[in-house]
């Protein structure tokens, strides 16, 4: 079965760091471009950042660039987002998402995603 | 920056009606749409690419269409387990990846 779970969320003060890790199986992650969105409490869909299938293109939102960075471990099947510097308006559910294999940018499958939230 | 607008922002819509939802993009995005399909406390869902392909085990009843900057996402006869929040997303210019800000479906 295809699967992405997610882990690493919780509860951090403003100002603190989190690292979400996103575990792959079911398919040859090597050759997916992978990517982060996250969804606010109530609100829509945010896609917060990129990484190709060898870790040569990556990309990230304005609002997170600085602070946040993405990274794959090919031998680990594995989906990574280092979150420094985390702000209030970073409280959300954080999803990892692969991109579809025939049409690169849409995202065929989603984790069921991990909560982080920034509070003092 | 491309900007995604859906409407309305919620639809009630009675068991076994049609339902159609519309996305416009600030520019052209050519093909290169996706809908989404999101209930409560779960991932979203892909169910269309390239404006108009269903994704892997999406039911005939979800048909998209549209190109440019101009796209609608049908459910012929909605089913209850169809009411949801729906969302449309570009991917030919990015990044970055935009999202519409989601139609809700409710039963009317």
């Known amino acids: 079965e295809v699967q992405l779970v997610e882990s690493g969320g919780g509860l951090v003060k403003p100002g603190g760091s989190l690292r979400l890790s996103c575990a792959a199986s079911?398919?040859?992650?090597?050759?997916?471009?992978m990517n982060w969105v996250r969804q606010a409490p109530g609100k829509g869909l945010e896609w917060v950042s990129s990484i190709s299938s060898s870790s040569s293109y990556i990309y990230y939102a304005d609002s997170v660039k600085g602070r946040f960075t993405i990274s794959r471990d090919n031998a680990k099947n594995s989906l990574y987002l280092q979150m420094n510097s985390l702000r209030a308006e970073d409280t959300a559910v954080y999803y990892c998402?692969?991109?579809?294999?025939?049409?690169?940018?849409?995202?065929?499958?989603w984790g069921q995603g991990t909560m982080v939230t920034v509070s003092s | 920056e491309i900007v995604m607008t859906q409407s309305p922002a919620t639809l009630s819509v009675s068991p076994g009606e049609r339902a159609t939802l519309s996305c416009r993009a600030s520019?052209?995005?050519?093909?290169?749409l996706a809908w989404y399909q999101q209930k409560p406390g779960q991932a979203p869902r892909l169910l269309i690419y390239g404006a108009s392909t269903r994704a892997t085990g999406i039911p005939a009843r979800f048909s998209g269409s549209g190109s440019g900057t101009e796209f609608t996402l049908t459910i012929s006869s909605l089913q209850s387990e169809d009411f949801a929040v729906y969302y449309c997303q570009q991917y030919n210019n990015w990044p970055p990846w935009a999202f519409g800000g989601g139609t809700k479906v409710e039963i009317k």
């Open positions: 079911g398919f040859t992650f090597s050759s997916y471009s």
């Open positions: 998402a692969r991109d579809h294999q025939l049409s690169r940018g849409a995202f065929d499958i």
């Open positions: 520019q052209s995005v050519s093909s290169n």
